[in-house]
């Protein structure tokens, strides 16, 4: 007898965090309806849904038959404020008020750490803001505001990682950061779809368990390990950082990885998770050491000649 599986609807299927997602998801007994901007090879219990956040048509077909949505989209790095308020903020709201209207309670958002500082970057500011629109809705929802997520398939941390292998990692001067891995991270995703009144209305910052996070400077040289390199590790100012997205913006245009958005954040010295906003152990507990896991990522990209 076929047993009927719960469906949800997953937005940011694609990327890095959605990936693994989609396969936590389907593994954990759900079909999954998800948005793409484009055609994508089918996949068991997965029903892919051609449109984008702007599209309220394409949104509702997303939500067909869903009993809950994980929203995961967003615009990472853009040139200006303006795309950042039509990729978080306007996509979001878009999201919320099309649950709304076919009655879907249940609402997974995956916000940012840089939400809770919102003036020192747009990216921050437009996450911190979609977050007001979830708590003013009457839906039931979940915010989770990951810190730095890594892994395989991320093209973000990877830029540390190719910079190891040359023996030098560049980090922001005197700051610390809580990490988490992506494989964690989706896992929590997933284990909050039910809600219950331990999560409903809540807003959880997990991590991989590291009290105090991590140093810039011990995670460098994490990742230079990881590589099986003793790597320097290059301190950066926040006037140096600046710099930086200077250049990077001048050699690869919108395509650079270090915005005067990102630097401006990057040089905030605290992106540790606060104790206050820990998931309770008897929903979620991380699983994966990030020593192992970078040691693993690391091996995921030599095998994916990415390194």
Avoid: C
């Avoid at 890594?150 to 922001?172: I, S």
């Avoid at 610390?176 to 909050?192: G, K, P, T």
């Avoid at 005067?260 to 699983?287: N, T």
């Amino acid at each position: 007898m076929e047993i009927d599986r719960p469906t949800i609807a997953l937005t940011g299927a694609t990327g890095f965090v959605g990936q693994s997602l989609l396969d936590e998801a389907v593994a954990a007994g759900y079909d999954v309806r998800a948005l793409t901007r484009r055609e994508q090879e089918p996949r068991e219990n997965v029903t892919w849904v051609r449109g984008e956040l702007r599209d309220t048509g394409s949104l509702s077909e997303l939500t067909r038959g869903a009993e809950a949505i994980l929203h995961v989209a967003g615009v990472v790095s853009a040139p200006d404020a303006a795309s950042y308020e039509v990729g978080n903020v306007t996509g979001t709201l878009n999201l919320i008020e099309t649950a709304v209207a076919k009655g879907i309670r249940r609402f997974v958002f995956v916000s940012s750490l840089s939400a809770r500082e919102p003036q020192l970057s747009a990216y921050g500011a437009s996450k911190a803001k979609a977050e007001k629109f979830l708590r003013a809705s009457p839906l039931d929802w979940t915010i989770v505001r990951p810190p730095a997520i890594y892994g395989p398939r991320d093209k973000e941390m990877f830029e540390l990682f190719r910079a190891a292998r040359w023996g030098v990692v560049p980090v922001p001067r005197g700051g610390s950061a809580s990490m988490i891995h992506v494989e964690d991270l989706a896992r929590l995703l997933v284990a909050l779809v039910p809600g219950g009144e331990d999560v409903t209305g809540k807003l959880f910052e997990p991590d991989d368990g590291k009290p105090l996070g991590w140093d810039n400077v011990e995670m460098a040289r994490a990742i230079g390990a990881a590589v099986g390199r003793r790597v320097r590790v290059l301190s950066l100012s926040a006037g140096a950082l600046s710099k930086a997205a200077k250049v990077d913006q001048f050699l690869r245009g919108d395509g650079a990885k270090m915005t005067a958005d990102r630097a401006a954040y990057f040089s905030h010295p605290d992106w540790v998770v606060s104790a206050e906003a820990a998931v309770p152990a008897s929903i979620w507990q991380p699983r994966i050491d990030t020593r192992d896991g970078l040691r693993a990522t690391a091996e995921w990209y030599r095998a994916n000649e990415w390194l």
